[in-house]
């Protein structure tokens, strides 16, 4: 496997799944395990709307527990992670943003940003010369806590955000929009994505939930899925599944597991980056032949991996793919 083509599944891994991070601490120079970064136990509560638009400076706190100050409305925008440059660009602000991943697919005017993350790792003097204003990060070491206390250090002011659950995607959104001056946007975003969230939840009220197993990668034999806890586990039981979840920290699923699991429902993720992935080569892989899903056919390949695994504006997109996927007949094909 190229470099090249293994950088959307690591991504993947990286910013979508799970409650901690994947990736080794000692893999990368700027990743300190010893400072490992704690979710925050609530997301902001999302804000009503107001008579007068709020002014600066502000005072915020974040999905790590942070309260973070932001002395006047933003200009210069860098963001750490996809799902974060999809919320400022719905709110009206992509023009703000100046540095960005090489990740970041959406919208498209993001695709001649300049690349501050590369390969996982943050450039630091990278995002230092794009003079940002506000830095957007990724909670719980997906950006690593000793890059964001070395951009602190920097005088740099760091907002992190690391939703793990739809509401939570609502809360960040409108953080978001309180931090950039875009309060009112946000407001209108997420009443949108509330309604059709609502209308997915009244979609599937009352059906099956069959046992539903989604495979983000089989990587040098190592199994990964829905980490036990994690956003993309809560996105699967709104879609009316009963997910099948791996390791909270690693996402990882040991085979004799899975089959003691014995999902009803087999939903191919990484069939959006590999079409090699198919239901007859899952079920030619030794013991897969003995769980109920493989047996009955009940295996879906997946092209929507990236907005279902994104926590950013799309991801009711992503949601109602994943009720086509687990109930065909609950939705019309356009969602």
């Not at 991070?21 to 902001?44: F, H, R, V």
């Not at 915020?60 to 992670?81: H, K, Q």
Request: glycine share 6%.
């Amino acid at each position: 496997m190229t470099p090249r083509r293994f950088t959307p599944l690591l991504l993947v891994l990286l910013f979508a799944l799970s409650a901690c991070a994947l990736a080794d601490p000692d893999a990368s120079p700027t990743t300190s395990s010893s400072a490992a970064q704690e979710p925050a136990s609530d997301a902001p509560a999302p804000v009503a709307p107001s008579e007068a638009p709020e002014s600066f400076p502000l005072e915020l706190t974040d999905d790590a527990g942070r309260t973070v100050t932001i002395e006047s409305e933003p200009e210069r925008i860098v963001s750490l992670a996809p799902s974060n440059t999809e919320i400022v660009c719905a709110l009206d602000a992509c023009d703000r943003v100046v540095g960005v991943t090489d990740f970041d697919d959406y919208p498209p005017e993001v695709a001649d940003v300049d690349k501050v993350v590369t390969f996982a790792q943050v450039d630091v003097e990278a995002v230092v010369a794009a003079e940002p204003d506000l830095v957007i990060a990724a909670g719980n070491e997906l950006t690593p806590t000793s890059v964001i206390d070395q951009l602190g250090d920097l005088g740099l002011t760091v907002l992190v955000l690391y939703p793990e659950s739809l509401d939570e995607v609502a809360a960040d959104i409108e953080l978001v929009g309180r931090a950039i001056g875009r309060a009112d946007e946000a407001t209108a975003l997420v009443a949108d994505m509330e309604e059709r969230v609502a209308a997915v939840e009244a979609a599937v009220e009352g059906l099956d939930r069959p046992r539903t197993f989604y495979e983000v990668s089989v990587f040098e034999g190592t199994i990964y899925t829905a980490g036990e806890g994690s956003f993309l586990a809560s996105l699967i039981e709104t879609a009316g599944g009963d997910p099948i979840t791996g390791d909270a920290l690693s996402t990882s699923i040991a085979i004799e597991d899975l089959v003691a699991a014995d999902p009803e429902l087999i939903l191919l993720g990484d069939a959006t980056y590999d079409p090699s992935i198919t239901p007859e080569s899952v079920a030619a892989r030794p013991g897969w032949d003995a769980m109920t899903a493989v047996a009955s056919g009940d295996v879906v390949v997946v092209t929507d991996d990236l907005v279902i695994t994104r926590p950013g504006p799309r991801i009711v997109d992503g949601l109602e793919a994943l009720v086509r996927a687990i109930h065909p007949d609950a939705m019309p094909a356009d969602g």
